[in-house]
């Protein structure tokens, strides 16, 4: 698993924004918003693109293109769907499925409550939108459910992660060259309710309220 933690100026200053207790939902949303873009510019580094020959109004050359089949986006539902606006705009022929876990909290064991997803993934390169990488467990139950399909490269984006979420899933894909989380922060740890500390408090409740 490759760890990428994006050190650049604006995402530290919108990420600051966003941990405010202060901002209100709108601009939350906003930044979020914002945010996940500057993310996205990164992890899609290695989106895999061919060559396309087109003649510009000087001369013939050859650019390149996404390929076929597109990437595919994988919101978690439910604060997953806050950061969809922010990738598709730099990827805007990319397909969108939907993956909706629940986690039982007897076992801790997360299982797919929603999905919306081709069966079939083979060759397919996917972006995992979730905000908050805190246990990890969600993250792994949905990366493994991706790869089950077919899946053969997996980046997942988080606004923010938890140093214990961040073990989990370097101990779930040990190895694995083809699974990449990109944040923009690890933070310090987990605390006993399971928020990441210092975070940003809880990212569903923040873009959407308390429902
Ligand atoms: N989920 C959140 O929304 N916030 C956290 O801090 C941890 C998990």
């Known amino acids: ?72 986006v994988v919101p978690i539902l439910r604060a997953g769907l806050g950061m969809l606006d922010g990738m598709v705009r730099l990827l805007p022929t990319a397909e969108v499925g939907f993956l909706g876990l629940i986690r039982d909290e007897s076992t801790l064991q997360a299982t797919t409550y929603a999905n919306r997803l081709p069966d079939d993934l083979s060759g397919r390169q996917c972006y995992v939108l979730d905000p908050m990488l805190a246990t990890g467990g969600t993250l792994v139950a949905s990366i493994n459910y991706l790869l089950e399909r077919g899946a053969d490269d997996v980046t997942a984006i988080c606004l923010l992660a938890a140093p214990e979420g961040v073990e989990v899933l370097r101990e779930a894909f040990d190895g ?14 987990l605390n006993s309710s399971g928020y990441i500390v210092p975070g940003l408090g809880d990212a569903g409740d923040r873009l959407y309220g308390v429902v």
Do not use: C, N, Q, W
């Not at 694995?176 to 740890?189: G, K, L, P, S, Y």
């Open 1 to 72: 698993m490759r760890l990428l933690v994006i050190d650049h100026p604006l995402v530290a200053h919108k990420l600051t924004a966003l941990r405010d207790a202060g901002t209100d939902s709108p601009t939350f949303r906003r930044l979020a918003d914002e945010l996940v873009t500057l993310l996205a510019y990164e992890a899609t580094r290695d989106v895999r693109v061919e060559p396309h020959p087109i003649t510009t109004p000087v001369a013939p050359t050859v650019g390149v293109r996404l390929t076929s089949p597109k990437p595919i």
């Open 176 to 189: 694995a060259a083809h699974v990449t989380v990109v944040t923009a922060a690890v933070d310090e740890h």
